[in-house]
Structures are given as structure tokens and as C-alpha cells.
């Protein structure tokens, strides 16, 4: 339900908490799986002691597996750190497919719930200044709209970027669900990051398109 109370510091802080929470999960599942490797190593040992020959290849296997792990534990760190800063910094220059592809992998384990791949569409790069966060915050609650009613079964959602003189258009299509059903909603919900931002949301046919100034309106 809409809140007419909310402001860009509300909303933020909800991306922020969601976001979190699904970040902290992955972490856990991390290292539930080095538990469990380290598990299997220890009784690699135990056998060892009581006269059973250890098998390098065996060893080798659960070595690499952890070793995995704490890469991708270390990926999901990089990613909290970086996403945590940016709900402090100001407007900043960035290349608006860096955005993209840092928000999509933000959501990429809610979007996976659902049975929803995340695509971002390359294209040459295209600099705006604005804030990561909020920017991040406006293409989450489109995600969020997607996510609420797209249909049981795998679907996708595809995001792009082109050049609109003094604006960056962001187009935003999910195969399984036309934008007009969900246009309303995330003009409503998302009014205060598109005020903050100085961006208009539009509709073409059955993709939403979001009009990001080059130049950021946010106040600093």
C-alpha cells in the first residue's frame, strides 16, 4: 500500500534493511558451506589417525571447495562494503551500466527466489552524476513491483541504457509482466526518490522507462 508519509530517507532506509538482509544470507550460506567442507576434512583426520590412508585427491577436492567459498564470502563482503558507503556519499560521477549491473547484482538472490534472471543490455558507456544509492533505491522498487506479481515459472528482466541528451533513459522490461499493470504503483511508491532525483518515469508500450538527469538534482 502506498505511503503517503514516505520520503527518500524512509524509502532508503527499507532498500537498505532489505538489501542487507538478503546480502547477510548469502554470507551465512557461505560459510555454512565451509563448516560443512571443514567438517568433511576433519573426518578425513580422524580416519587418518586410526590407520585409513589419506587420499590426496579427496583432500585436494575439499581444499578447492573452501577455497571457493571464501572467494565468493569475499564477494559478498566487497559488495555489503561498497553498498553501505553509498548510502552516505553525494552525487557522484558514474557510468550508468556500473550502476545497473551493481543494483542487479544487489538483487540478483531475490530476483533468483522467483525464478527471475536479471540481464543487463550493454551498451557504450554513459556518464551521469548522481547518487548510487537512490538511483539503486528507484530500480530496486521496480524490481520489487516485478517481483510481487510475476507469474509462477522462469521469466526475465531486461535493462538498458541510451543516450537522451541532458538525461540518461533506463528502459526496464520483464517478459512475464507488461508495465502497464505495474506503471501506477511504482510511480507512486518510488515519488520521492523521482523527485530527489529529478527523474520522470514513462511508458512505451511494455517497457517503463525512467529519465535520469545527466546532472544530479539531489540535494547535497
Known amino acids: 500500500m502506498y505511503d503517503q508519509s514516505a520520503t ?5 532506509l527499507h532498500f537498505f534493511g532489505v538489501m542487507t538482509a538478503s546480502i547477510s544470507h548469502e554470507l551465512k550460506n557461505a560459510l555454512a558451506i565451509i563448516n560443512e567442507n571443514a567438517g568433511l576434512l576433519g573426518d578425513l583426520a580422524l580416519l587418518a589417525e586410526k590407520g585409513r590412508p589419506l587420499e590426496p585427491e579427496r583432500l585436494k577436492v575439499q581444499a578447492e571447495r573452501i577455497r571457493q567459498q571464501v572467494r565468493r564470502a569475499d564477494d559478498i563482503i566487497r559488495r555489503l562494503n561498497r553498498f553501505a558507503h553509498s548510502a552516505h556519499e553525494g552525487p557522484t560521477g558514474t557510468d550508468i551500466y556500473e ?3 551493481f543494483t542487479l547484482a544487489l538483487a540478483a538472490r531475490l530476483a533468483a527466489m522467483k525464478s527471475v534472471s536479471l540481464t543487463v543490455q550493454g551498451g557504450p558507456p554513459l556518464q551521469l552524476e548522481v547518487r548510487l544509492f537512490q538511483l539503486g533505491n528507484l530500480l530496486w522498487l521496480y524490481l520489487q ?3 510481487a506479481v510475476v507469474p509462477d515459472g522462469p521469466s526475465g528482466v531486461v535493462f538498458a541504457a541510451s543516450d537522451a541528451g ?3 533513459m533506463v528502459s526496464l522490461r520483464c517478459d512475464k509482466v507488461p508495465a502497464t499493470t505495474i506503471v501506477a504503483a511504482v510511480e507512486q511508491e518510488g515519488q520521492p526518490l523521482l523527485m530527489t532525483l529529478g527523474a520522470t518515469v514513462h511508458l512505451e508500450t511494455d517497457t517503463l522507462l525512467l529519465r535520469i538527469p545527466k546532472r544530479s538534482q539531489v540535494m547535497r
Do not use: N
Request: charge should be negative; glycine fraction near 8%.
Open 8 to 12: 527518500a530517507d524512509s524509502r532508503g
Open 99 to 101: 550502476v545497473l549491473e
Open 145 to 147: 513491483q516485478v517481483l
Open 166 to 168: 541532458e538525461a540518461v
